[in-house]
């Protein structure tokens, strides 16, 4: 049986893929130190990051919004510590940036972006 493809097809895999990239932000390991998926797995199993799901939403309670983008950084202006930088789009539009501690999620900077 031959399929074919349809502009109703089509649409729906493009619905689909939307929204399948909005559920899950976008995800960036940056900083002067690079740092693989598999290190940042391993500071997490020694307790040395949050969980990711609890940063999102201390940030959220912070900046209100949707997060659009996340990154990990070696941040020489904090002693070298690792910090996450969240950045969340409001319902008015402001982008909103939160910098945390990334072992005890404590808010570092709140600041428009």
Do not use: N, W
């Not at 097809?9 to 960036?28: C, E, F, W």
């Not at 997490?44 to 990154?71: F, H, M, N, W």
């Amino acid at each position: 049986m031959k399929q074919h493809i349809t502009p109703r097809s089509t649409i729906a895999a493009a619905m689909l893929l939307a929204i399948v990239s909005a559920a899950v932000p976008a995800i960036a390991v940056a900083g002067s130190k690079s740092h693989s998926h598999e290190q940042v797995r391993d500071a997490l199993r020694r307790g040395q990051v949050l969980p990711l799901t609890r940063i999102l939403a201390i940030a959220q309670s912070r900046a209100p919004g949707e997060v659009i983008k996340v990154e990990l950084d070696d941040d020489d202006d904090h002693g070298g510590r690792l910090i996450y930088e969240v950045k969340t789009l409001s319902k008015s539009g402001r982008v909103m940036e939160v910098e945390l501690d990334a072992r005890t999620g404590k808010v570092l900077k709140v600041e428009e972006d």
